[in-house]
């Protein structure tokens, strides 16, 4: 270990995994190539059913701590338990198909410097998606108290994979909702938030994301469940913040018409528009939505196609 490191404190990284042989070792090496060296690296093994144990026990560096579990319990349950067991102050998230840039560490912890009294972290990461490659948020993106409680009640802007987060402040919060399977970083630094724990931001890219085809995040039953989780239990955050509301109304509403309840979802589609009747991209998916998820999903191919022509002609991230 570098000797200008030795009085640093150490960090605890938790990777949660299931299935993903094919991209975990991109993962873990980019974590042990970090030019901060004091962490551990904690795998927490959700239950895999492919080679993932000779993978991990294949590193040889003993930084890495390898725990399995004996079932499947989403990564949720699996963060929540590497953080327990987490020895650094610190905790900080990877993703078992995602990159770390090989600085993120430094610059968070530099970034921590210039504001001792920050509890949670974010960065800023390079996004890769059907949908096109993005820089979420943008490096000029700002916020204040007001400003992130809306954006983490309507879409969280940052991803697990740039959070470092002081370890007993999740312990107190309770940690991860394992009832969610998709949007649980927003509704874990939406409590962290409500608990009155200092943010701060930064700008610059730090991740490398990668949405698989079989993510988590794409499966319309998850992200069904989440919008109705957040409907059900901050109602009264979302009436002060009605264009939050709206946007979960309309996310819902969407997802019910791709899986083949027009009905219901047009009606979710009629109250977001209530509270932003002038929003078109509201109208746009509720004239869509006559098509049933026909509609919907034709559309959602096109902004893909056209941001994709788009970047290949030279467009910004």
């Given amino acids: 270990m570098p000797e200008n490191q030795s009085n640093k404190p150490m960090i605890s990284v938790v990777l949660p995994t299931y299935n993903r042989e094919h991209t975990l070792k991109r993962a873990i090496v980019s974590v042990l190539r970090q030019s901060y060296t004091n962490l551990e690296l904690i795998v927490v093994d959700d239950g895999s059913t492919d080679d993932t144990p000779a993978l ?13 579990l004996p079932e499947n319990r989403g990564a949720c349950a699996a963060r929540n338990i590497g953080i327990h067991a987490a020895r650094g102050p610190w905790v900080a998230f990877q993703d078992s198909d995602d990159e770390w840039l090989a600085g993120k560490l430094d610059a968070q912890l530099n970034s921590l410097m210039k504001h001792p009294n920050a509890t949670v972290l974010f960065g800023s990461r390079i996004r890769f998606s059907p949908e096109g490659i993005r820089q979420k948020p943008p490096a000029h993106w700002r916020f204040d108290h007001d400003q992130l409680l809306a954006q983490l009640l309507r879409r969280s802007p940052m991803g697990t994979q740039a959070m470092i987060i002081l370890r007993d402040a999740l312990i107190k919060v309770g940690g991860f909702n394992e009832n969610l399977r998709v949007m649980e970083e927003g509704e874990l630094a939406l409590r962290l938030l409500l608990a009155r724990y200092r943010f701060d931001y930064c700008p610059h890219p730090l991740v490398f994301s990668y949405l698989q085809t079989d993510s988590i995040s794409s499966n319309n039953q998850h992200r069904i469940a989440a919008a109705r989780f957040f409907l059900s239990h901050y109602p009264e955050l979302l009436v002060k913040f009605p264009h939050a509301k709206a946007e979960h109304l309309r996310s819902l509403g969407r997802l019910l018409c791709l899986e083949g309840n027009a009905r219901k979802g047009r009606a979710h589609l009629f109250q977001a528009l209530r509270l932003k009747p002038t929003d078109p991209a509201l109208w746009a998916t509720l004239v869509l939505s006559i098509g049933g998820g026909v509609g919907i ?21």
């Fill in 56 to 68: 991990v026990k294949s590193i040889d560096d003993a930084r890495v701590r390898y725990l399995r």
């Fill in 297 to 317: 999903r034709w559309a959602g191919r096109v902004k893909a196609w056209l941001i994709f022509r788009t970047q290949r002609a030279g467009g910004a991230l």
